[in-house]
């Protein structure tokens, strides 16, 4: 079974402060996303990578950056959290070519005071 | 031309009856169309999905009609049952290093 996993389920975070997400797969998946979910807004693709310290910017990257220093793992910055970026933060891998099916975490609820 | 517009945004079912979600897009480039389901708590995973090639597909109680020329694809949920009750999210996405388009997503609930 594929798993994608992501560091924390809920997390509590100050505005101002630097909040690292983390996603780990395991089914050695070349490309990584990841999404914000907002009620009314659907999914919104914030970065991807197709590839270990490659990265795109999706639809909405401003005020997030990423890393892919692995190819199991992708990081999630938000380098000075604001109250706008309260949100569910999914991550999903697939493999090569982008049609190939996403597979997504269980995502990480965010709040920021 | 990279929206995905899903209607309705939310839908309520009888138990048995049949549930229809519709999505419209613009960008003629797109040739790959999934719908995703989303059970509360989880991720979204992949439900099924079409290419233009054929009009429609089917795998179990779930249909997709698609139709090329107004550039439109739904979901049809036959006998819908209280565990389709979900979040169902379709996408679109064209050849080439490009990621799916989601719509807004379409919460269903079946009751009993």
């Known amino acids: 079974d594929v798993k994608v996993t992501q560091s924390s389920r809920y997390l509590v975070k100050r505005t101002g402060e630097k909040v690292f997400l983390e996603c780990v797969q395991d089914?050695?998946?070349?490309?990584m996303f990841w999404y914000r979910q907002d009620p009314g807004l659907g999914l919104r693709l914030i970065y991807f990578?197709?590839?270990?310290?490659?990265?795109e910017k999706g639809d909405i990257p401003e005020g997030y950056s990423v890393s892919r220093e692995k190819k199991e793992r992708f990081s999630l910055i938000l380098e000075s959290a604001s109250t706008n970026q309260t949100s569910m933060y999914l991550c999903?891998?697939?493999?090569?070519?982008?049609?190939?099916?996403?597979?997504f975490g269980p995502g990480t609820r965010l709040l920021v005071l | 031309q990279q929206q995905v517009k899903q209607s309705p945004q939310s839908l309520i079912v009888q138990k048995g009856g049949i549930s229809i979600i519709n999505c419209a897009y613009e960008?003629?480039?797109?040739?790959?169309f999934p719908w995703y389901q989303q059970f509360p708590g989880k991720g979204p995973a992949l439900l099924i999905a079409?290419?233009?090639?054929?009009s429609e597909k089917k795998e179990g109680r779930f249909t997709i009609s698609f139709n090329k020329s107004a550039k439109q694809f739904s979901l049809h949920i036959m006998d819908s049952q209280p565990g389709d009750s979900a979040t169902y999210f379709c996408?679109?996405?064209?050849?080439?290093?490009?990621?799916?388009?989601f719509g807004k997503g379409t919460r269903l609930s079946v009751i009993a």
């Open positions: 999903a891998s697939s493999f090569d070519g982008i049609q190939e099916t996403q597979y």
């Open positions: 079409i290419r233009p090639d054929v």
């Open positions: 996408a679109a996405s064209y050849s080439g290093n490009t990621p799916l388009v």
């Open positions: 990578s197709y590839d270990v310290k490659m990265k």
């Open positions: 089914m050695d998946h070349e490309n």
């Open positions: 960008n003629t480039a797109f040739d790959y």
